[in-house]
């Protein structure tokens, strides 16, 4: 699946097992067969053996992610937040409990704040109020919560089997993904560790590797997708238009991946102190940098989705439980970017403060 001339050497070990583990998975019975706490047992392997997102393992753990999205979205999904609050807590040098599973919420929505106090001399704070868009909380074990603190927002860790945490699962009613419930979650009193100080979460070079790690789940959503229609262009070797589309796909899947391995590169070159508050000592500007990968993977990622839907037409789409799962948990997935506001994001970036040779 990776092309070993465009991801950098520490990308080209990733752990055969490790893919043929998540097909597994994703095979089983049931929906796709695995349950929530199936999924999140695999996240747990995973991350006993592979690399955390750091400036030097970034072309593995990018790599793993993409792996694991070819053979199930969903299960991506459920893994990518977990590795990435395992590297945001080794990042501020706080240990996980042993067996825990992690999610990581961080959006922000109208109408919805969640504020954090200090609970005194002993450094905890109390979180009231609802967050959004909190993935699996009903089956996590704790999570990394962003909550305002006067004027800043601030990370803190947060064991979701407390009293005061009421998870509302019901309000997921999305047709993809949907034994991934992110609905919101009301906190009321709940007892909460600050990980890093204020604005040390959304400042660090981390925050902008962890959205192109995502980007990567994506990426490896539309491969899944363009085997699909590979298998069938096998099956209809006369069809030149089949082979366009084939055609059209690989060249979509390959600037996609450039974009990825590029950014790979540019981290692992970086140094190896990826916890500071600061960036690295490098020229990138991360925010620049995840903002234009982020772009050009949805925009190949949404342009083979499309065709291969085209292509194959509505049989797979009706009669195939994995295929059609695959094509609604992408759609859904990558609207975790935010189309024309992150372009608009990038526009700023650049007229503020450069970062394009033009």
Request: with cysteine.
């Amino acid at each position: 699946m990776l092309r070993s001339s465009a991801w950098p050497a520490s990308a080209r070990s990733v752990d055969t097992a490790r893919i043929e583990e998540s097909a597994r998975i994703a095979g089983g019975p049931g929906r796709r067969g695995a349950t929530p706490a199936d999924r999140l047992a695999f996240a747990r392997s995973v991350a006993a053996t592979a690399p955390l997102l750091s400036a030097g393992t970034a072309g593995g753990s990018f790599a793993a992610l993409a792996a694991v999205a070819a053979a199930d979205v969903a299960l991506a999904r459920t893994v990518e937040p977990h590795l990435d609050a395992l590297g945001i807590l080794a990042q501020a040098g706080v240990d996980a409990p042993e067996g825990s599973t992690w999610g990581v919420f961080a959006a922000e929505g109208p109408g919805l704040r969640l504020t954090a106090t200090s609970g005194g001399s002993d450094g905890s704070f109390a979180l009231d109020g609802t967050k959004p868009w909190c993935s699996l909380a009903s089956s996590l074990s704790n999570a990394l919560v962003t909550a305002h603190v006067g004027d800043d927002r601030q990370l803190f860790a947060v064991d979701l089997r407390q009293d005061g945490v009421t998870v509302h699962d019901e309000a997921w009613v999305a047709r993809g993904m949907p034994d991934v419930p992110s609905g919101p979650v009301d906190f009321a009193g709940v007892h909460a560790t600050p990980v890093g100080a204020p604005g040390w979460y959304l400042t660090r070079p981390g925050f902008a590797w962890g959205g192109i790690g995502v980007a990567a789940c994506w990426w490896g959503g539309a491969v899944g997708l363009a085997r699909v229609l590979r298998s069938l262009v096998v099956s209809r070797p006369e069809s030149e238009l089949l082979q366009a589309a084939l055609g059209a796909t690989v060249a979509d899947l390959a600037d996609a991946e450039d974009a990825l391995a590029d950014a790979a590169a540019r981290i692992d070159g970086a140094g190896t102190d990826s916890g500071a508050a600061s960036a690295p000592d490098s020229d990138d500007d991360w925010s620049l940098l995840a903002q234009v990968v982020r772009s050009r993977v949805r925009r190949a990622v949404d342009a083979v989705r499309e065709r291969v839907v085209r292509t194959i037409g509505p049989a797979p789409l009706t009669s195939d439980p994995a295929v059609a799962a695959r094509v609604a948990d992408l759609e859904l997935y990558v609207l975790q970017d935010h189309g024309e506001r992150d372009l608009a994001r990038t526009g700023r970036i650049v007229v503020e403060r450069g970062g394009v040779a033009w």
